[in-house]
């Protein structure tokens, strides 16, 4: 019986069929399946018998020094400390967010310390990289530049002469392999390519980081595809309207997956903050209602970030609900506890909530902040400017302690905040910090203070001080 070769296989998800559909089971995608030929076995490797391999001990030999710190701070935080030998990281992001800078800030930073690095771009010419260099004032740095395509070519002139220490590919869907007979920039060759490249990165003990757009439609196999495949993950991102732009680690073999590293583009490449709460705060709109300071943790560092909410009388049957950089699912849950417990109507309200300076918050220690900025829109009663917000709400309207309270504290107090408004500790003190805690034990009581200084604020209108 003749063996069909061909298949059918999903752009956005890699799910194979046996025929044409247009749409796929598997992720939902409409026209994402294409046809695509099927992985070379290769000549002679039919009927091999395979070969006895040496089984080691979990003692032994390791390689000293096997992290490369970058030279930017901000990203060795992300990867935890830096780049490991052999290892293969996947750098995802929006087109034009800024992976390519960053890159290349990078490798310049490392062969300025004298190691050997290779870009190796798909999509630019080698003079758009030195034009991107010039402007970033990288040109003095001995990186190795080429634009190429070709996987085989570019794992044998990485193999001539001394190892490198660092290889970035800009990007992995602009790359092929020989071994795959399909397009590039299908799902096959994204594959065969990134397997071939980390291949050669656990046998020469080269970092390799592949670029990967991240695209909506299925037209450009994503990179979801080699996620599995990689030693780590690193997600880029940022709103198109703001400067700043997150790099989070999404999956890491090798270190933390919950730090995030900070930056700020500007017209002279990506500036790192290494004080993020201040940049979340520099655009403050001090004491108007339904702005609150959430007091969060990102990793293993404090992260101040601002709130707000907006609660209007909705013009609609349903009334809108719309979040930004905060789980929206998080947000009906503070909703009906508000309204379950603390008697705060809002089925007649539209509410908007927005985290500032496009951060994702993921803790529920912000669940007691947001309602504070809800609250506070709705009643019209701006919050104290001094203070900060922070604990997890139950269900039943309690504030539970949250993690790493004294950091919290402590980074309040540095940026001159003197109140905070949290759960009571676990034991754990204000400690030196020397703000005054106002500790909430249940939601009831911070609606109850908010809405009486609404009802104070409602009177003859006193002029504030604030900062
Ligand atoms: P780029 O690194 O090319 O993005 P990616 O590789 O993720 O597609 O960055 C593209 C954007 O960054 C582009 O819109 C211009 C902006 N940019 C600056 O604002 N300042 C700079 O110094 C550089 C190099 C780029
Ligand atoms: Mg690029």
């Given at each position: 019986m003749a063996k069909n070769s061909a298949s059918f296989t999903c752009?956005?998800?890699?799910a194979v069929y046996n025929r044409w559909q247009g749409?796929?089971?598997?992720?939902?995608?409409?026209?994402?399946i294409a046809e695509e030929g099927a992985v070379a076995t290769g000549?002679?490797?039919?009927?091999r018998k395979g070969r006895v391999f040496a089984l080691e001990p979990l003692t032994g030999e390791t390689h000293d020094s096997p992290r490369l710190a970058s030279g930017v701070p901000e990203l060795d935080r992300v990867t935890g400390g830096g780049f490991v030998r052999g290892s293969v990281l996947l750098m995802a992001g929006?087109?034009?967010?800024?992976k390519s800078t960053l890159l290349i800030q990078a490798a310049a930073a490392l062969a300025r310390a004298g190691h050997r690095c290779l870009y190796i771009s798909g999509e630019e010419a080698v003079a758009q990289v030195r034009l991107r260099a010039d402007r970033l004032g990288?040109?003095?740095?001995?990186v190795e530049l080429a634009s190429e395509t070709s996987v085989e070519d570019i794992i044998a002139t990485a193999s001539q002469g001394k190892t490198p220490r660092l290889i970035i590919i800009d990007s992995i869907q602009t790359m092929w392999t020989d071994a795959v007979e399909s397009a590039p920039g299908t799902v096959t060759q994204v594959r065969g390519a990134a397997q071939a490249l980390i291949r050669f990165a656990k046998r020469s003990g080269a970092a390799v980081i592949l670029v990967g757009h991240v695209t909506k439609d299925g037209q450009i196999a994503g990179p979801r595809v080699v996620e599995h495949m990689v030693d780590a993950v690193l997600s880029f991102e940022g709103e198109g309207s703001h400067q700043f732009r997150i790099l989070r680690a999404v999956k890491n073999r090798f270190g933390p997956t919950d730090e995030i590293g900070v930056f700020e583009m500007t017209g002279s490449g990506l500036r790192e903050v290494p004080n993020p709460s201040e940049l979340f705060l520099s655009e403050r709109d001090l004491g108007s209602p339904g702005t609150v300071v959430f007091a969060g943790i990102e990793g293993t560092r404090p992260l101040l970030v601002e709130i707000q909410a907006l609660v209007a009388p909705t013009s609609l049957g349903t009334p809108r609900r719309s979040v930004v950089g905060w789980d929206s699912s998080r947000l009906s849950m503070v909703l009906a506890v508000l309204e379950a417990h603390?008697?705060?109507?809002?089925?007649?309200h539209d509410v908007y909530l927005n985290v500032a300076g496009g951060l994702r918050i993921q803790e529920p220690a912000a669940d007691l902040a947001a309602a504070a900025a809800l609250v506070s829109s709705l009643a019209g009663a701006s919050l104290p400017a001094e203070a900060v917000y922070f604990g997890e709400v139950s269900l039943s309207g309690a504030i539970r302690p949250v993690a790493q309270t004294p950091a919290r504290l402590k980074e309040a107090a540095k940026l001159g905040f003197t109140r905070a408004f949290a759960p009571e500790g676990r034991g754990e003190a204000a400690g030196d910090s020397g703000l005054t805690l106002s500790a909430i034990g249940n939601l009831t009581d911070l609606v109850a203070d908010i809405a009486a200084s609404g009802r104070r604020a409602k009177g003859p209108r006193i002029a504030r001080q604030d900062g």
């Open positions: 752009q956005n998800c890699g749409k796929c089971e598997s992720c939902g995608e409409w026209n994402s000549p002679g490797r039919a009927g929006d087109p034009g967010i800024g990288l040109t003095d740095a001995a603390c008697g705060v109507k809002l089925g007649g």
